[in-house]
């Protein structure tokens, strides 16, 4: 049974930067793609960001673009979302999840309802 629990959340000011991490058990990550979600308080669950498979594929969302990094680690069966340039918007729950087989990043990256195995997420909120 794979296990995916994630880490790195704080509080930073805007501007500022974090790297969160999720860090797989029980199984390896190396068959399936990762996606990224955040849950701000009050607001629905949205998708942030997508690694393929392999790495080679990204997808963020477009509020992200250009300040957000995922990156996908087989060998230490982690995935990282690197951000930078946070703003307060950008505060919330932060979730990882698998994309299940069959799926894709561009195709299906944020829907929730295509992920499994969800962790149990980490905090983030961007605050002066």
């Known amino acids: 049974q794979l296990r995916l629990v994630e880490s790195g959340g704080g509080l930073v000011q805007p501007g500022g930067s974090l790297r969160l991490s999720c860090a797989a058990s029980g199984r390896s990550l190396a068959n399936n793609a990762i996606g990224w979600f955040r849950q701000a308080p009050g607001k629905e669950r949205e998708g942030v960001s997508c690694?393929?498979?392999?790495?080679?594929?990204?997808k963020y969302a477009e509020s992200v673009k250009g300040r957000f990094t995922i990156s996908k680690d087989n060998a230490k069966n982690t995935v990282y979302l690197q951000m930078n340039s946070l703003k307060p918007e950008d505060t919330g729950v932060y979730y990882c999840?698998?994309?299940?087989?069959?799926?894709?990043?561009?195709?299906?990256?944020?829907?929730?309802?295509?992920?499994?195995?969800w962790g149990q997420g980490t905090q983030v909120t961007v605050s002066s």
């Open positions: 999840a698998q994309l299940r087989l069959g799926y894709t990043c561009s195709g299906n990256g944020f829907e929730s309802s295509k992920y499994d195995f």
């Open positions: 690694v393929s498979i392999g790495g080679g594929r990204t």
